[in-house]
């Protein structure tokens, strides 16, 4: 019998365990899913925009692969400080594979960023999509002008969420505090910026084509921004995905406005955030300093500043990984060094342990790219299995979990939680609502009431749930980055000082181990 753990139930996770049921030529393979949350899915359930339904739907794919009878989830388990010491899960299984995402952003390095008003859009993301550890608000009372600096599919979905009324965000799973908070957002001008031009930004063309079909919002493109790109004037010596790009923001840059549209949308490039602005406290403006191409792929300063107006900034330039307790770590490239998924340790293998997803090859990929990885890690691991075998491991790792005090919330636990979610959907007149906080999915896990928030931060609906336990509730944070797995790759770093740069002074949102 060969017992394998895998650390992380998002997508890079489900596609290990997928990988072993398939590749292993023995049928005596178990493998036990273990995530942070009591919720399965990582990204797909908490990255993925919430009006990307068809992408949502994946849910029901990994779904498949977790209820198979020799795979368990193991939600509400902890690996690392406070919790399960990887060394720990090292004796109890042959193998064990961290899928543990990109846990941190990247920040700008500017001054001005720690000021209230200014996130990530990583936060901003935890926060619609429902991620337990987020913050419950205060990302738009006030706002009028929101600035969103990148231009991947992270920052198109965010800029998207901002521009779309409440009528189209009612049917999703979105929580019930974040849409009554956008239903009364006073946001009009929503201005997504990047450093670089048309013909190098990084988003998709369909996330790009979604911003122009908004029913009550006006896309701007200035075509005389456009113009500084070498590429625009002769789009066919680009690759097919940029040149499409091109061609989409050509069409719009002349397009008339719609009447009484509720919502602008400024798109715009050549523009590099050098300082944000106080007023009053709080971000009042974001200094650009307009760039130029530098001939060599990059861009350069060129001393000429404008100042826009912005009480909402939301950072999207990139995600990174973060090190993990017990295992080596490459700062540089914010990865797990690795041969193959093999975790490497001074140059050499170390037996047992492997990376697959972000953790291994950085924040790059859609979803579908994380089948390969998956299987590439999976056949070291099962060429590896005689050396793996030879070392004893227990009968039944779980029973010793519990022993060790560990409760997981398992897969019932899981169910009660969906039920949970079908019911306060349905006490609002919606769908499914996902619940946003720890007590709410930790009482539905266990079968008590999960007390939803409600805008006000009251309000409570009763979920039936199944037997299901969890251990800690400080135990926070999921397996994986919270940002849409969708995305392409956002736009890079704004310079190379915004690798490791400090982080704001504001407590982050985001875990600061994705153990």
Not at 245 to 269: S, T, Y
Request: proline letters at 8%; a negative charge; glycine letters at 12%.
């Amino acid at each position: 019998m060969l017992h394998v753990a895998v650390v992380g139930s998002g997508p890079s996770g489900v596609y290990t365990a997928q990988s072993l049921l398939q590749q292993s030529e023995s049928p005596d393979v178990r493998v036990d899913v273990l995530d942070r949350l009591p919720c399965p899915y990582g990204l797909v359930r908490y990255g993925v925009a919430p009006d990307h339904e068809k992408i949502k739907s994946l849910q029901q794919n990994l779904r498949s692969v977790l209820e198979d009878e020799r795979v368990r989830f193991l939600g509400g388990v902890r690996v690392g400080p406070g919790g399960l010491p990887a060394a720990r899960l090292r004796e109890l299984y042959h193998a064990v594979v961290y899928c543990v995402g990109a846990a941190t952003d990247r920040h700008l390095g500017v001054p001005g960023e720690e000021l209230p008003g200014s996130w990530s859009a990583t936060e901003f993301v935890s926060w619609y999509s429902a991620h337990p550890d987020c913050a419950q608000d205060g990302f738009l009372p006030g706002a009028r002008s929101a600035v969103v600096v990148g231009v991947g599919n992270v920052a198109v979905d965010v800029t998207r969420i901002l521009a779309r009324g409440a009528a189209e965000l009612g049917p999703t799973d979105m929580p019930q505090a974040a849409l009554t908070s956008l239903a009364a957002s006073t946001v009009t001008e929503i201005h997504m910026v990047g450093r670089r031009g048309p013909s190098q930004a990084r988003f998709t063309t369909k996330e790009l084509r979604e911003l122009g079909s908004l029913p009550d919002a006006d896309v701007v493109v200035d075509p005389e921004e456009l113009a500084l790109d070498p590429a625009y004037a002769d789009p066919s010596g680009l690759p097919a995905a940029n040149r499409r790009n091109v061609e989409v923001l050509r069409g719009w840059a002349g397009r008339p406005l719609l009447r009484g549209a509720a919502r602008r949308i400024r798109l715009r490039f050549f523009l590099r955030p050098a300082e944000l602005l106080a007023d009053g406290g709080r971000v009042g403006a974001v200094r650009f300093e307009r760039t130029l191409p530098d001939g060599h792929g990059g861009v350069r300063g060129t001393g000429h500043y404008e100042d826009v107006p912005a009480q909402l900034v939301l950072r999207s330039v990139g995600y990174r990984g973060v090190p993990l307790e017990g295992l080596p770590f490459d700062a540089v490239q914010g990865t797990v060094p690795h041969r193959a998924g093999r975790v490497l340790r001074d140059g050499e293998v170390a037996p047992g342990e492997y990376v697959a997803g972000w953790i291994k090859r950085g924040p790059t990929g859609v979803i579908g790219t994380n089948r390969p990885c998956a299987k590439e890690t999976v056949t070291s691991l099962l060429a590896d299995v005689p050396v793996l075998t030879a070392r004893a491991v227990p009968a039944d790792p779980l029973e010793v979990l519990r022993a060790e005090g560990v409760e997981p919330v398992e897969w019932s636990g899981w169910q009660a939680i969906e039920r949970a979610e079908k019911e306060l959907g349905a006490s609002l007149g919606r769908g499914v609502v996902k619940l946003p906080d720890w007590p709410s999915l930790l009482a539905a896990a266990r079968g008590g009431k999960a007390v939803a928030r409600g805008a006000d931060g009251t309000g409570a609906a009763e979920g039936p749930g199944a037997v299901g336990t969890v251990g800690a509730v400080e135990a926070v944070g999921g397996a994986a980055a919270v940002g849409a797995l969708e995305a392409v790759g956002d736009e890079e770093a704004v310079g190379a000082e915004a690798v490791g740069a400090t982080p704001p002074a504001r407590p982050s949102r985001v875990p600061e181990s994705p153990l």
